[in-house]
């Protein structure tokens, strides 16, 4: 029956009132601690930042087999076999053994339990293709090998475009893949593009190297620029003492004594032992502090830095240190990343999305009270007073967890009107065929009301069903869309067989006596 038990109304109310609270803070100003929280806006209606990264693998590929190539020489050596023109050369690594080896070389690179050439059994292939012509060999990556480099390379460029990003403090950015090599960033609100491709642009790789003490470059040395003035070189060991790697933390601080911002870091146990001896045994030589192939400074050791802590100093502002100390915490990129996109998109124009968007909801919503209202009377009140609480829920909760609204979300809401509306003239339809062949107008409403339930259901579980798809299966706008169209199919189920229905059990209870009430 029609019948609600008052801790059931109480029930009801309560969580109206609550949602319709939280929402109250995207339309006013309320000074209440407890709903600071508003909507987030995506990128099409707040403005912000879109930038389309590609990672360049080349560095990797080569850095890899270079590595490879240091392993083949131990392993040549292990098992006695003389090699003759090693190097590496357009992605190739090349050299030369006799003919008598060539069978003991294939034995070790093609064994399926292989260190140096691994073997993929999903895709039955080894990671690198072998060449033999005579005695001259080629080893490069295979089809699959590269495949699956590049994975395990935009997987982790992608974890650390992230980190960097949520240390810049924007909400709700929006981070994907595009394709194999490609990474989507959205970043809603921000207006200095400049500073995220600084900071998105540069590996970050950090090492800790000697000066060298020759004048010369030989086999073991190279000659790098200082960062802040290309015009000056310095001479460094290739031997690295520690790296980024090692590193547990790093922030700005300044400098007590020479009043200069620097950039303080903390070593892990192991990096803090290797730092401790050399800086010992390297008392009075220079030790360069390196990043992305450039010198940021290369002070004198004075005395042995022993616990793992020290300091990097330069030519920084607090803005330049804190950066920094952002890059070294969020780690290096396997690879480089190219902008190969850019655009900022202007509030101007996310404010016209948002008057559109609201427009439309309005139109939409006018017509649709005055056709209840012709078509239904009172319960068409009930029905347009319904939707209006519905969409107070609806935008409660999505300020309660913080989502984003887009533009298609806009989309999204609007729909949810739509399939209000049609849940309660589904309802009101019923209930007119039930009143043909029922005298009491109670048992009519409540038969409508339990006999449409049904239907109503089947219709929002196959749209909820496409929602869900649709937020695993699409990205950025489409999520947008997705979420906002899931939570208004909730409150709709909600608003339509617990607030619409408790106002129609309260008018019909004290009407039931008039006669034809619909």
């Known amino acids: ?10 029930l009801i109310l309560l969580f109206t009132l609550l949602l319709s609270y939280f929402s109250l803070s995207n339309f006013i100003k309320i000074d209440d601690e407890l709903i600071k929280q508003k909507i987030n806006l995506g990128l099409d209606l707040q403005g912000g930042s879109y930038l389309l990264l590609e990672v360049d693998n080349n560095p990797l590929i080569n850095q890899k087999l270079q590595s490879k190539l240091i392993d083949i020489k131990k392993i040549f050596k292990e098992e006695n076999i003389p090699i ?26 093609d064994d399926d339990d292989s260190q140096i050439n691994p073997y993929y059994p999903k895709f039955k292939s080894h990671e690198l293709n072998i060449d033999i012509e005579l005695n001259n060999i080629s080893l490069y990556y295979s089809d699959y090998g590269m495949v699956l480099l590049k994975n395990a390379s935009l997987d982790q460029a992608l974890e650390i475009v992230r980190r960097r990003v949520d240390e810049l403090g924007t909400n709700e950015p929006n981070i994907v893949k595009r394709g194999n ?41 190279e000659k790098l620029e200082y960062e802040d003035n290309p015009d000056n070189f310095e001479l460094v060991s290739k031997r690295v003492i520690v790296s980024g790697n090692n590193l547990l933390d790093a922030k700005p601080s300044m400098n007590n004594q020479t009043n200069e911002t620097v950039v303080v870091f903390n070593l892990d146990r192991v990096g803090a032992k290797k730092f401790a001896k050399a800086t010992k045994s390297g008392v009075g030589r220079q030790l360069a502090i390196i990043l992305d192939g450039k010198i940021i400074s290369a002070p004198t050791i004075s005395e042995a830095i022993v616990g793992g802590s020290g ?67 009172i319960f068409g009140l009930i029905a347009n ?8 829920l609806l935008v409660g909760i999505l300020t309660l967890f913080g989502a984003t609204l887009t533009l298609p979300g806009i989309a999204g809401i609007i ?16 209930i007119k065929e039930e009143i043909k062949n029922e005298d009491n107008m109670l048992v009519a409403f409540d038969a409508g009301y339990t006999k449409s339930r049904t239907t109503i259901l089947d219709a929002n579980i196959t749209t909820l069903i496409a929602a869900i798809i649709l937020f695993f299966m699409g990205s950025g706008p489409i999520k ?28 019909v209870v004290r009407n039931k006596h008039k006669g034809q009430l619909i």
Do not use: C, H, W
């Open 1 to 10: 029956m029609l019948y609600f038990s008052k801790l059931r109304i109480i």
């Open 84 to 109: 003759k023109n090693l190097k590496l050369e357009n992605k190739l690594i090349r050299f030369s053994i006799d003919e008598k080896s060539i069978k003991k070389f294939e034995e070790i690179f």
């Open 181 to 221: 090599d490609r990474i989507l960033v959205e970043l809603p609100g921000l207006n200095d593009p400049s500073r995220i491709k600084n900071l998105l642009g540069k590996t970050a790789n950090l090492t800790f190297q000697f000066v060298s003490q020759k004048k010369e470059e030989s086999f073991g040395s």
């Open 311 to 377: 300091q990097i100093t330069g030519n920084f502002d607090f803005q330049s240190a804190t950066d920094l100390a952002l890059l070294l915490r969020s780690g290096a990129l396997p690879a480089p990343l190219n902008i190969i996109e850019e655009r900022s998109v202007g509030p101007d124009l996310g404010k016209d999305s948002i008057k559109a968007g609201i427009l439309s909801l309005i139109i939409g919503f006018i017509l649709v009270i005055i056709f209840m209202i012709i078509k239904y009377k």
């Open 385 to 392: 007073l319904t939707l209006i609480i519905n969409l107070f």
């Open 415 to 430: 729909l949810t009107v739509g399939m209000a509306v049609d849940a309660n003239v589904l309802i009101f339809e019923r």
């Open 480 to 507: 947008g869309f997705s979420i906002t169209l899931t939570i208004g199919i909730l409150t709709t189920l909600f608003s339509v067989y617990f607030i619409a229905r408790l106002f129609t059990s309260i008018y």
